[in-house]
């Protein structure tokens, strides 16, 4: 009986360590370095890429092919490969999107703060893509304006272009922090009605970083806060 006593015990004290483990895991969960970091950055860097991806497969040696030619170009890259049409590099920002939701989909075990702090490497440094874009975009509508008459249709087309691929990788920059807001009322530490808000931001140009921002220092509040009680308890 004794022996039985002491088994017992023993399981108890190895429930009771393992129990206590996890709880310091779950308050470590979150800090440091996490592995999704790495996915976040190589999502800025494609997403930086892609674009000059486009405009090499769209050149000829010494000759920038625009318009029409460019036209010519990816007609003739097509016939010679069919897989290797330019255009085809349009589709980068949906495979990235798509990559995106089935990560964040299969990241229900990932602590909030890891998706809230990968959801703010790619918002900020995305920042500086967006310049870019709405610049180009400026540029080409001004364009509209010149004496050629095809500037009308070529300035149209790339506005659209830059727009919808640009919209797109904001979309898919924004999927972790759908998952963050959903993670965060099921926790307890967000409301559905803040949550929805936020969310609604996130598919919005310049609104999704505040709303970004806005969780980031809501987060980190909400820590100082907690540890505040434990200091006085």
């Not at 310091?24 to 790495?38: L, S, W």
């Not at 709405?134 to 506005?159: H, K, N, Q, Y």
């Not at 999927?175 to 965060?184: E, G, N, Q, R, V």
């Not at 609104?207 to 200091?231: L, S």
């Amino acid at each position: 009986m004794n022996r039985i006593y002491r088994k017992g015990d023993a399981m108890k004290a190895v429930h009771a360590e393992g129990g206590v483990l996890m709880d310091v895991m779950r308050k470590k969960d979150g800090k440091g370095f996490h592995p999704m970091y790495i996915w976040a950055i190589v999502y800025v860097i494609l997403t930086y890429i892609y674009p000059v991806m486009i405009y090499c497969a769209m050149t000829t040696e010494g000759e920038s092919t625009t318009s029409q030619a460019a036209y010519e170009v990816a007609e003739e890259a097509n016939k010679s490969a069919p897989g290797m049409d330019p255009m085809w590099f349009c589709l980068i920002p949906v495979g990235l999107l798509l990559i995106n939701m089935i990560v964040a989909i299969c990241s229900k075990r990932v602590h909030r703060r890891v998706l809230l702090n990968s959801a703010q490497i790619m918002k900020y440094l995305l920042i500086p893509f967006y310049i870019a874009g709405g610049l180009l975009c400026v540029a080409f509508f001004l364009m509209i304006f010149s004496p050629v008459v095809i500037m009308l249709f070529v300035s149209t087309a790339l506005i659209s272009l830059f727009c919808i691929m640009g919209y797109i990788s904001l979309v898919g920059s924004s999927t972790f922090m759908i998952a963050y807001l959903s993670k965060s009322v099921k926790d307890g530490k967000n409301g559905r009605l803040f949550s929805c808000a936020v969310g609604v931001l996130q598919f919005f140009f310049v609104a999704d970083v505040i709303g970004t921002i806005v969780c980031a220092v809501k987060d980190r509040n909400d820590q100082g806060v907690i540890r505040d009680n434990e200091m006085i308890v």
